[in-house]
């Protein structure tokens, strides 16, 4: 068969299957008084058409800011006030101010799948589509499969089009991430600068781009052609970011209140079961009451900042298009793991790099996608999104076996660990039974995850602990994001290593 | 992809039923509650009550074997929710509900997978591919697990089609395996599952009593009279017999049988379905009006004396015809026997083995959908599943599956109206028709296209059609006057390309020679 019509068939399933999961239920669905996210942004819409764009980010009388006040940067706007006016055009009850609230019926939940599934298709699957043919050293065949790896990874699926979300941050980095691929730095910077200011969670990714590029101006010769694509790189985040802030750049205030509802500081160290390090320690110890809010501030910002660094460094010092995407991936693991005010569904702000990475180390890299969406389980849970969980996962987990057959490919070279190895000389001995440790390492936690799964699906908890499951959830999910956070840096800190000694040899 | 021996098979066979089970939430039509009302029924009352109950308007109109399998469904039903199997409780659908029968679709779509993965077996892959994605074998797979009418049909529409397909493949199977018995044995239970297969039992019969009733042939291919077998005979019938005997038996001891008759073969129904399955009287009907209108302009027709209903609604049950005369059951009778029969003399005189007998299937399958009496659209599928089989061995019949599976599965859309499932049947038939059009294409891509340009310009019409009556036309004014005139035109547009598909194939069968040597090998 053709590429493209595998492509094609490709494509077509993922949709399918977005569809398919969009009939479920969302977030919040007919739960007075805050409902859920689907609450949030059928609000930002009537928000933003019915008021002046001045009044957006402000608490007035039309405007109550602790009812899912827009806390999101200027472009989500933007999309809600487009997204309004197409609303508007349909069925002007749908962002009536202040009549609204809460409205709910099959035409509008109809709607707001649709602006989804719009999304997904016009920005991120492209991406994923171009992504896919732009890998080199692949064959057709496994450039179709790493797609539909991609595009069938339930994470995103559940949160976008179960959940409700908009995959268009996501969308954008990707597009990013393909423009450097191909050189177009400027144009990628770019698409990234639209990314941050889309969702400010981006900021995960912004040190990666950053070093990159500087790495990449460095390598020119900061005192030639470098500083030149540096001056034109500066210029054109400012003016990119000077683009989305326009109508809010005439008065201070309003870019510092804008600031504020960004990041509310004040809101505490982690909030509900996120599987990161703060919410797992606190099983142990009670640290938001222990220290106070300020430094724990200050202890998170150390904390994340220390554990970025090696990674940071390396790809500054050597910047490559692979050090690049495995940085991505270990800086937003980082800043999930370690930084304030983390959400459960900032996991996929780690996913979709790892999604880029899925054919050179396809195993670790399912592993990886298969605990970041049992994170998510809690939050699906209350979403009533159980059945699409419980059929895309192990849709996912069969797609990988089939498209890569993940589980013969468990050597420390396929899990690009060959340098680590070889520099570990010593205690090579253990390394023949390496393969299938890991298989069984795997097999286990797949087995755990299984079930946990089950458990917090059909088990009541004990009465004394109603929480226990989604911390085991979240604990568990922790532990691994812990030691695939080890991981991705070894695998980083040695790459280069490995070039060398393929040259030698 | 990678995955080497049958790995591939499981792979698709799961895929295709984590999609099944996410389609759980989807619209359902009032065949669920048919189907729940069957549990019930079966659950609570003796079986003399069975086929006599009428709370509901959906009264058991299968045959006796299916009422058995909603009587042992029902006995999981009951941990389920009790409160399903009430027959006063019209229209229960409760969540618990909704999954139990969802999910009893999709376990026992188990049997058709079994039976897919036996046919694949018995196509020989002569083609031996490199690549797994061009073996024929695996195409077959994708053609029918994937089959985007069943998967409508089935679980979105709810209708319990896959198990009895199963069994149908799994005879067809058994019989190119030479497993004769076995074959005939799984078909005669499958009638009393489903009476709808009747419509390709011409072609059992013949090719049983051609095949394992003679035993040896002529040299030049004729029948050689003297190799009849009495014992093979009497297996046959001893085997229709008993898995009648064991369906119908107790009702024919408890003197209820012509109730049940009556309850199978409703001749009052009219001869359309309310949506005109695309066919041959879809056409005739189609013709009529145009001759009433045309009449109506010239005044041949006196307007006052035109029955109010065939003007108006069009789609009622009874359609009066104006100009045209009316159609009887019996002439419908008349008109399948007619088109059925050169088929089945096809298979008597010029017997090709398995492909012969498949070829006739469908020939069967496609005239009873052309001329039966009240045909449902789902019908089409009858025709379309065998010849997925017939598809992958030789170029010309992948061209008429093509043309046939396109328009059939397009023919199918009025079944799902509801705007949630829009994007669903959309992309699914996408996805089939996609796939189907570039596998078969790779498959036979040394031979001359499979489409001429006529059929390429009729099947890609399809699509403005398509945008024009789910689109276009509820934004017209007409909407409120002619209600009907999207699926009058999709019915009228897609009966012409199955009959097309109908003559085509016919043709292709009627002038293929019997080559001797292949019957040799």
New interface residues.
Partial sequence: ??KW??M??TV??A???R???S??SYSGAGKPPMYGDYEAQRHWQEITYNLPIRQWYFNTSDNNLLYWGLDYPPLTAYHSFVCAYIAKLINPDWVALHTSRGYES??HK?FM?TTV?VADLLVYIPAVILYCFSLKETSA?KKV?SALCILLYPGLILIDHGHFQYPLSLGLALWAVLCLCHDWDLLGSVAFCLALNYKQMELYHSLPFFCYLLGKCFKKGLKGKGLVLLAKLAGTVLLSFAACWLPFGTDVEQIMQVLRRLFPIDRGLFEDKVANIWCSLSVLIKIKNVISPRTQLKLSFAVTFLSLLPACIKLTVQPSLRGFKFALVSCALSFFLFSFQVHEKSILLVSVPVCLVINEIPFMATWFLLVSTFSLLPLLLKDGLL??Y???T??FL??C?????ILDKTSAEDLQLKAFSLSLKGYTSWFKAFPRIVRSLFLLSLSLMGILSVLSAAAPPPQRLPDLFPVAVAVLSCLHFLLFLLYFNVVILWDSKNKGQKKIS | ???GGR??FR?LA??VS??K??????YYSTDFEVHRNWLAITHNLPLSQWYYEATSEWTLDYPPFFAWFEYALSHIAKYFDPQMLVVENLNYASRATVFFQRLSVICTDTLFIYAVHECCRCINGKRAAKDI??KPTFILAVLLLWNFGLLIVDHIHFQYNGFLFGLMLLSVARLCQKRYLEGALLFAVLLHFKHIYMYVAPAYGVYLLRSYCFTANNADGSLKWRSFSFLHVTLLGLIVCLVSALSLGPFLVLGQLPQVIARLFPFKRGLCHAYWAPNFWALYNAMDKALTILGLKCNFLDGNKIPKASMTGGLVQEFQHTVLPSVTPLATLICTFIAILPSVFCLWFKPQGPRGFLQCLVLCALSSFMFGWHVHEKAILLAILPLSLLSIQRAKDAGIYLILATTGHFSLFPLLFT??EL??KI??M??FT??S???LK?LFRREKPLLNWLETIYLIQLVPLEIFCEIIFPLTPWKQHFPFVPLLLTSVYCALGVTYAWLKLYISVLTERVSVRQKAE
């Fill in positions: 068969m053709e019509s595998l094609t068939v077509l399933l949709l399918t299957v569809w398919a999961v009939l479920g099959q035409p109809l799948r599934f065949k499969s059945l699409p419980a059929v895309t192990p849709a069969a797609a076996l089939a498209s890569f057959s | 992809m990678a995955a790995g591939w792979a799961l895929g984590f999609l089970c996410l389609l759980i939430p989807a994605l061009e705007p949630p994007p669903i992309l699914l996408l996805l996609v796939y059009f570039s596998s790779s």
